[in-house]
């Protein structure tokens, strides 16, 4: 948009047509709220705007003194029906019902922020666990050299820590990249998201690091300390064949999951709709399969 062009607007009172005669910038933003903003002069706005009711909506006013003495000096001046209010406090009521839907919406980003470092200690679990297996000879050589299950053990947990911290790093990058090029992509076509920006806080930094280091060595464990069982003597076999998941009692527990996993479902589906029986349906039946 250029100063000169003439646009088409929808407004209270129908479709316009107006002329640019300017652009404004408030800082990093082009506009003071979340909409955009349009600005209209006076002679004009209540026609375009107050439909109806030819009357203001609000009168923003900027002092270099005190809020107070403004306030103070503005409130005689106003209907008693109508509020004047400090910058803060409109600020706070202006992101009132913000907020409120941000807060409904934070518990269902974190069940799937969850969801994803289940789902990732799970597959890092399942790819370790072959790992070990595979290596099982290599294992039991160092083990015959000499090696203590806590070195075997120690090693494996070094491995998933350096590479749990590689992979948040590196996943880290991926995802700040995606953001900018997804808004440099929305500016583009001029439908770029509300607000001053990308921002990218330490806490962000520091949060997804060690939780996807964690989460890492904590589905190393396992497999580690399975591996400092290995015995020497198996460098001698031909092939390794790990065992250690096949039991009577990974076969009953398994099976058991499964069953309630899908019970809880169809209690879901058929008797009692609910978000809590359905997650606890799903979480069970990935565990039992």
């Known amino acids: 948009m250029k100063v000169g ?12 047509t107006a002329d640019v005669v300017g652009v404004t910038e408030f800082g990093r933003s082009p506009s003071v709220d979340g909409g955009g903003t349009v600005f209209f002069a006076p002679d004009s706005a209540l026609d375009v705007l107050g439909v109806g009711s030819q009357q203001y909506g609000r009168i923003l006013l900027r002092t270099d003194g005190s809020t107070e ?3 103070e000096a503005v409130q005689p001046l106003v209907p008693s029906n109508d509020a004047v209010l400090s910058g803060e406090a409109f600020m706070e009521h202006a992101t009132a019902d913000t907020q409120a839907f941000v807060d409904f919406l934070r518990p269902v980003l974190l069940g799937f922020a969850f969801l994803a470092l289940f789902v990732a200690g799970f597959v890092i679990y399942n790819t370790f666990t072959v790992v070990v297996t595979q290596r099982s000879r290599e294992l039991a050589l160092v083990r ?20 749990g911290l590689g992979a948040s790093v590196l996943g880290l990058g991926v995802g700040v990249a995606l953001s900018w090029g997804l808004q440099w992509i929305l500016e583009q076509l001029d439908v770029g998201l509300p607000g001053a920006g990308f921002a990218l806080s330490p806490w962000t930094v520091v949060i997804t690091v060690v939780a996807g280091t964690f ?18 003597v198996e460098a001698m ?4 064949v790990d065992h250690s998941g096949t039991s009577a ?14 019970v809880a479902l169809l209690l879901n589906r058929f008797a009692w709709s609910h978000p809590l029986l359905f997650g606890f349906g799903a979480f069970v039946l990935f565990w039992g399969w």
């Open 5 to 16: 062009e003439t646009v088409e607007l929808a407004t209270p009172s129908g479709r316009i």
């Open 249 to 262: 009692f990974r076969l009953y527990l398994g099976g058991g999951l499964l069953a309630v996993g899908v």
């Open 215 to 232: 989460v890492t060595v904590l589905s190393v464990m396992v497999p580690a300390f399975r591996a400092g069982r290995t015995r020497p």
């Open 144 to 163: 015959s050299i000499g090696g203590t299950p806590a070195q075997v053990r120690r090693s494996l947990l070094g491995e998933g820590f350096l590479l």
């Open 237 to 240: 076999r031909e092939s390794a």
């Open 69 to 71: 003495d403004l306030i």
